[in-house]
């Protein structure tokens, strides 16, 4: 099964911008990048996702290495909201989530 | 509108009897999913449920658990003779189609079990 690798843990002050890396290099090409989050205490929340291309929303950007081999999350300005685990997962055609990175904690000072 | 909603909450019980927790998943959403998560790590995938098709129970830790969705809606998760390994937070999460199409997981708040 192709596996994820991130950093445990980053720090940023507020109102700064945060790059969240990914590692995937053995990423099939039929897996879809996902990014969740959890905050304390709360069940995981969806940010973004991508196949190929660099996607934005309103959350986060998601730039994609041409091969694929790694991605990077962007939150453009961090505030104390943004403070949680931050997983990369590979989602691929059965649908079940079956490789989980160790996820990042990101730790945001004011 | 409502989302995934998961009872009870909170549970503590006794090695060595069963439990129950119970999934509600958002109205419409044909995917639904089992995870647990124990304390400190990630999140462990349990069982997927697709529509009609037969569930993918790959992620079981073992035959003391199973689980069931009836009507292609509400899922329970049952664990027999619980042993203290299993104390977690089970999560459940549903989507709209499932499938490596991009889908969006939405999670419910979790049920944490404590296994005395």
């Known amino acids: 099964d192709a596996k994820t690798t991130q950093p445990n843990s980053m720090e940023s002050n507020e109102e700064e911008p945060v790059h969240l890396p990914c590692n995937h290099s053995?990423?099939?090409?039929?897996?879809?990048i996902h990014w969740y989050r959890q905050l304390p205490s709360q069940g995981p929340e969806y940010v973004i996702h991508?196949?190929?291309s660099n996607v934005n929303n309103r959350m986060a950007s998601l730039a994609i290495a041409e091969d694929r081999k790694s991605s990077t999350l962007i939150l453009h300005r961090a505030t104390l909201r943004d403070a949680a685990v931050y997983y990369c997962?590979?989602?691929?055609?059965?649908?079940?989530?079956?490789?989980f990175g160790g996820g990042t904690r990101l730790m945001v000072k004011p | 509108g409502a989302g995934v909603s998961q009872s009870p909450s909170n549970k503590v019980t006794e090695k060595g009897k069963d439990v129950e927790l119970r999934c509600d998943p958002i109205?419409?959403?044909?995917?639904l999913y089992w995870y647990r998560q124990s304390l400190g790590q990630g999140l462990e995938f349990l069982i997927y449920?697709?529509?009609?098709?037969?569930?993918?129970k790959s992620g079981l830790p073992s035959d003391r658990f199973s689980a069931e969705r009836t009507g292609g809606s509400v899922s329970t998760l049952t664990i027999q003779r619980t042993q203290q390994e299993d104390s977690a937070v089970y999560l459940c999460?549903?989507?709209?189609?499932?499938?490596?199409?991009?889908?969006?997981?939405?999670f419910g708040p979790g049920t944490r079990l404590t296994v005395l």
């Open positions: 109205s419409g959403h044909t995917a």
């Open positions: 449920f697709q529509g009609n098709s037969a569930p993918d």
């Open positions: 053995t990423i099939s090409g039929t897996d879809y």
């Open positions: 999460a549903s989507s709209l189609e499932g499938g490596g199409r991009g889908d969006t997981q939405y």
């Open positions: 991508g196949l190929t």
């Open positions: 997962i590979l989602l691929n055609n059965a649908g079940n989530m079956l490789t």
